[in-house]
């Protein structure tokens, strides 16, 4: 029965129950209680033959492996990971409940909707569905639900790596940040992940003397000498580093030669960020070729009439791939200069930055399915300037890709605010848009993968209770024989795609999503 539902409805009604857990990680260990999560995508997963485990770092701290066994013990482990914890809101900023995971004119409310739920929920659904429809990978694909990564994963994926290193062994992993579309005039850019930077945190104490406010001439006020201190890092700007990954993704995204150049220059890039209008493109210009120092927060001073004696900075630093932890305590200095004396300097979060090679097997299927679903775009590795879990699995040495198609109704720079801003939420309504497009244009796709048969029903139940014209939905397709070219992943053959011209609209994300999310696993690891 639930297999006849649409995989639109499944989706949706499981990213709406795990908004509504809130499972809301403040970074203390008592936050997440990602258990009710667990739960949920237990119940979920029940009867569909394939073993949860579930796994407890500290208390209601839990996470969830699902696992379809692979034939051949030799052939690559795929790993499907998403978090189920979320970040905390202020509620006044929300024109709908955060945590009520409303469903209003077919857009989806609620925090995590795109950070990271919506593909929490879709490599779920996509896991349950293979494994119903009897499929069987020759490499062993892992669902894995983890917690707590929005305070930096230790009681998540760091925690299974480190502790039950057997439960997560995988050769490569697909989790979240990436997909979205980036419009460019040779088509659209979509990002794989490869890499991100590394979170290095500081606390800066800076002494002083204290003293009576009312007499404040030559006296040695902390908060004073702290103001200068920040202002020194704020204007900080260590050496630029190109990175081969920064030059292909500036190149891929087509700016004009002037422009590409000034990018990938290290000895150009700043001035040429500082001239840029487009502030999305300039912070992240600036961050992917920099180690940047964020002084964000400070405390200091006990009394309006007191002059202080003590103040504490937080700086959040993220040093590039390939700078170590001591090159970033040789800049911090650097940066404070001659005040050195007057700051003792306390090492918080400390990481590396961590990239992977995007010359895989996983990536090139990747390619294959969404070249399918999203016609004319093309997939190009770039760098995220926040942290994920992908890093606890290249730390490894595995292969981890941030990849998951978004929806190109939303503007690809509103993606950037709604993370962990106000007002997160998913849109449900352009499913049909890049697939029309291409179903319009040849009507049949070429398709290198096996295995569809449950899809296939899928589409069929959608289209009974299609709203679109038939005049937009061809639906003569040459049959399919799903026996055929089984034993190869690589073999193409013919299949009606695409699937979605006929559906109502949707949840985009979670149908392309959950379209990449399967092809991908069955033309990677396919029987
Ligand atoms: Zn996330």
């Known amino acids: 029965m639930r297999d006849e539902q649409s995989i639109e409805t499944e989706a949706t009604e499981l990213l709406r129950t795990l908004i509504r857990n809130a499972c809301v990680n403040d970074g203390t260990v008592a936050s997440g209680q990602e258990t009710r999560s667990c739960s949920a995508l237990e119940d979920y997963f029940a009867g569909a033959g394939v073993t949860c485990e579930r796994y407890t770092s500290e208390p209601g701290r839990e996470s969830l492996i699902a696992r379809i066994e692979g034939s051949d013990p030799n052939a690559p482990r795929l790993l499907l990971m998403g978090h189920t914890d979320v970040v905390p809101v202020s509620p006044d900023g929300w024109k709908r409940d955060p945590f009520g995971g409303e469903l209003v004119d077919g857009v989806v409310w609620g925090r995590g909707a795109i950070d990271m739920l919506n593909l929490t929920s879709t490599m779920a659904v996509a896991t349950r569905r293979l494994a119903k429809d009897g499929f069987r990978p020759r490499g062993t694909l892992i669902y894995l639900a983890v917690a707590d990564e929005e305070a930096g994963g230790n009681l998540g994926a760091g925690h299974l790596v480190e502790r039950r290193p057997d439960a997560v062994k995988a050769d490569y992993v697909i989790t979240e940040s990436g997909g979205v579309p980036i419009p460019t005039s040779k088509g659209h850019v979509l990002g794989v992940t490869v890499g991100e930077k590394g979170a290095n945190w500081r606390r800066l104490t800076v002494a002083g003397t204290p ?4 007499r404040p001439f030559r006296t040695d006020n902390a908060l004073v000498t702290a103001a200068e201190v920040v202002r020194r890092i704020a204007a900080y700007q260590p050496k630029a580093r190109i990175l081969d990954v920064w030059r292909e993704y500036v190149k891929a995204m087509d700016l004009g030669p002037e422009l590409t150049a000034g990018l990938t220059d290290p000895a150009r890039v700043l001035d040429t960020v500082r001239g840029m209008d487009n502030l999305t493109l300039a912070r992240e210009a600036h961050a992917c070729t920099h180690t940047t120092f964020s002084p964000n927060v400070m405390h200091g001073g006990v009394k309006t009439n007191v002059i202080p004696d003590r103040v504490e900075i937080d700086v959040d630093i993220r040093a590039l791939p390939g700078i170590t932890t001591e090159e970033v305590d040789v800049m911090l200095a650097e940066a404070i200069g001659d005040l050195a004396p007057r700051v003792t300097i ?4 400390g990481q590396q930055g961590s990239l992977s090679t995007h010359d895989t097997p996983l990536v090139a299927a990747m390619e294959r399915v969404t070249s399918r679903l999203m016609p004319g775009s093309r997939v190009v590795p770039k760098m995220t300037t926040g942290g994920t879990d992908a890093k606890f699995f290249r730390w490894q040495g595995v292969p981890a890709y941030g990849f998951g198609l978004q929806s190109l109704r939303i503007p690809y720079t509103d993606y950037p605010q709604m993370f962990h801003g106000h007002n997160e939420r998913v849109d449900t309504d352009a499913a049909g848009g890049p697939c029309r497009r291409g179903a319009r244009r040849d009507g049949r796709l070429r398709h290198p993968l096996a295995g569809f048969a449950a899809l296939r029903a899928a589409h069929r139940t959608r289209g009974a209770h299609s709203a679109r014209p038939p005049q937009r939905a061809p639906r003569r397709h040459p049959p399919v024989t799903p026996s055929a070219n089984r034993t190869s992943l690589h ?37």
């Open 211 to 214: 003293g009576h406010g009312s």
């Open 346 to 349: 306390r090492t918080g979060r």
């Open 491 to 527: 073999r193409t053959r013919e299949v009606p795609l695409c699937w979605f011209h006929t559906s109502k609209p949707s949840v985009m994300t979670r149908p392309l999503t959950f379209l990449q999310v399967t092809f991908a696993v069955q033309g990677f690891s396919g029987s």
